[in-house]
C-alpha cells in the first residue's frame, strides 16, 4: 500500500488518485524495490524502476498477494455477490468487486429478513433427530468426556470456595459451559493452538492438565508455570499447546489470526482457536482478528460463548440487532467467515 500526498500541503489531491486509479495503481501497481515516492507523488516521470500494469481485472489474484499465498477463494466469492442488475445494465468495477448502478436512493435495511437456523442433533426430549449428520464417538470417549465434566465442575466448586474464604484472590466459573469445554477439546488434535479467554480450564483438564497444576497456578506457588507473576485461573501451558491467558478482553483474537497464518505459511497441518464471549464482540480486536483472517484465509476457529451476556450487561446494550442472539452470525458473516450456530 502507498500513500500519496503532496509534499507541501501533505494533503491526497483528487487529480492523482484519479491519475493513478486510472492507471490501475490502487490496488494493482508493481513497485519494484528503488522506486522513489517522488515518481508515486506525480510530480515527475516515473523512473525505470516503476512500472504499471494499464488493466488489472479486480476480482483475480492481486499482485500483491504473492508476498503471501496466491488464493482465488475471495475472488470467486466477490463474484458471487456481483450484482448485474443495473438499470440500464451496466456497473462500476469497483476494488472488492462489481457494484450495479441504481437511480433510486434508498435506505438499506438493518435486519435480514432471512434467519440462521441453530445446529443440534437431540430434540427438546434429548433424543436423537432422524438423519441427523453427527459423528458417533466410542464409549471410552464418551465417559472421558462425561468424567471430565463432572471433574471440572468439582474444580471450580472448590476454587470458587477458596476465593470466597480468601484463600486465593481470584476465580472465575465455568457452570454452565463444560460441555463447551469438553466437546470443542474433544474434536482438537494436541497440534491445535488454543487461545483461551476465561472460561476454558475443561480444554486443558482434556489434554491432560493435572488438578495439581491447576492448584499450583491459583495459589501462584513455586511450582506455578507463571511462578506466581499471574492472576489466578490465567493458565497456560507449553507442553498443551495452550496460550497462556490475559486479561483483556478480546485481545487474542488478533493474535489468533496471526499464530494462524504462520501455521499456513509454514504448512503445518493444525488450526488455532480462539475463544471468546459475546460480549468480546463489541471490542475492536474482534473485527480486526476476523478482518485479518479472512484475508490471509488463515486457518482459525473464532468460538463465540453466546450467552446474551457481557458480566452484567445485556446484549440488547452491545447490539444493534432486533435478534441478539445471531448477532455474532452476521458480524462473521461481513469478514466471510464461515459462521455457524450450535446449540
Partial sequence: MALLWRRSSRTITTYHIRNYMNKGFIGGAVVNQGCSLSCLSGRSVPDQNC??????????????????????????????????????????????????????????????????????????????????????????????????????????????????????????????????????????????IILPQYREPGVLLWRGFTLQEFANQCFGNKADYGKGRQMPIHYGSQKHNFVTISSPIATQLPQAAGMAYSLKMENKKACVVAYIGDGGTSEGDFHAGLNFAAVMEAPVIFFCRNNGWAISTNVSEQFRSILAFFILFYKGNSYSVSPMILI
Avoid: H
Fill in 51 to 192: 512500472r504499471y500494469q494499464d488493466s488489472l481485472a479486480w476480482n483475480s489474484t492481486t499482485l500483491f498477494s504473492v508476498q503471501r499465498f496466491k488464493s482465488t477463494i475471495a475472488a470467486k466469492q466477490l463474484d458471487s455477490f456481483s450484482s448485474s442488475d443495473s438499470d440500464d445494465g451496466q456497473s462500476l468495477d469497483f476494488p472488492g468487486g462489481k457494484v450495479a448502478y441504481t437511480s433510486e436512493m434508498n435506505f438499506i435495511s438493518e435486519s435480514s429478513q432471512m434467519r440462521v437456523p441453530c445446529y443440534r442433533v437431540l430434540d427438546d426430549d434429548g433424543e436423537l433427530i432422524r438423519d441427523t449428520d453427527f459423528q458417533q464417538v466410542s464409549k471410552e470417549v464418551a465417559v472421558k468426556m462425561y468424567k471430565d465434566m463432572v471433574t471440572l465442575q468439582i474444580i471450580d466448586n472448590t476454587f470458587y470456595e477458596a476465593q470466597r474464604q480468601g484463600r486465593i484472590s481470584f476465580y472465575i466459573t465455568s457452570a454452565g459451559e463444560e460441555a463447551i469445554n469438553i466437546a470443542s477439546a474433544a474434536a482438537l488434535t494436541e497440534q491445535d
